[in-house]
């Protein structure tokens, strides 16, 4: 956790206030961390496995929006507001997360004033990353939009392993159906299929059952370098 997404991003006297005052849970595949609409309490991150983000705020809603995994945190936006949860967090593996309850952020806060800025960052990046996938989902050819949204799952913020340096051309697996990756995408499901089967021959990924596999990210992303 130290090493990658928002936490290494922070400085260690934070990182070790945060790891010291949270709690760690193991979930079984399918479980909701928590849902839309609920209570918020502190802040989640992601340790290692992988869960769907699950995104309320379009007219067909609730849907998944994004794989995340190892790195990614969220929770800040019902610690700051104090308003109930606006995104929900569902499972997609066995996976080990880490909670820090709103009070134990208060107690950090206390004695490091500067934890709101971090928390604040936190905010930015979702927010990088929201408009990111907002100008992703806008390219006109669909193609494009596909990779871009596989690569984006790849990137730092949502826990991808390209934080890590040197596993740029380490496989890595997503989890999201054709089914789900069609509608993030907005394109049919036979396209998506015909696309998939063309990324596969080319050595790039491998689908599999409710995941795809990245085979080569680098490559992957360069092919999306070449639409522009």
């Known amino acids: 956790m130290r090493q990658c997404g928002w936490l290494a991003a922070t400085p260690v006297e934070f990182q070790d206030e945060v790891l010291k005052n949270s709690n760690f849970y193991t979930f079984e595949k399918a479980k909701w961390i928590y849902r839309p609409g609920d209570a918020g309490d502190g802040l989640w991150g992601v340790v290692e496995g992988g869960l769907h983000v699950i995104l309320t705020q379009g007219v ?22 104090r308003e109930p949860r606006a995104i929900g967090l569902c499972t997609t593996r066995t996976t080990q997360m880490i909670h820090l309850p709103g009070r134990a952020f208060l107690t950090i806060a206390a ?3 500067e934890a709101w800025r971090w928390v604040g960052l936190l905010t930015f990046f979702h927010m990088v990353g929201a408009l990111g996938l907002r100008e992703d989902l806008c390219l006109r050819d669909p193609e494009a939009r596909v990779i871009a ?11 991808g392993p390209s934080i890590a340096g040197g596993l740029e051309n380490t496989p890595v697996t997503i989890d999201i159906s054709q089914t789900e990756l069609a509608d993030l995408c907005n ?25 795809i596999t990245i085979l080569q990210p680098t490559v992957l992303a360069q092919r999306l370098r070449s639409f522009t």
């Open 187 to 211: 394109v049919s499901r036979s396209f998506l299929a015909s696309l998939l089967s063309t990324l596969k021959q080319q050595g790039l990924i491998e689908p599999g059952y409710g995941a």
């Open 111 to 113: 004695k490091q004033p």
């Open 149 to 159: 949204a596989l690569c984006r799952m790849l990137t730092p913020h949502w826990g």
């Open 60 to 81: 067909i809603a609730p849907r998944a929006g994004v794989f995340a995994s190892t790195g990614f945190w969220t929770g800040e936006g019902s610690l700051l507001a």
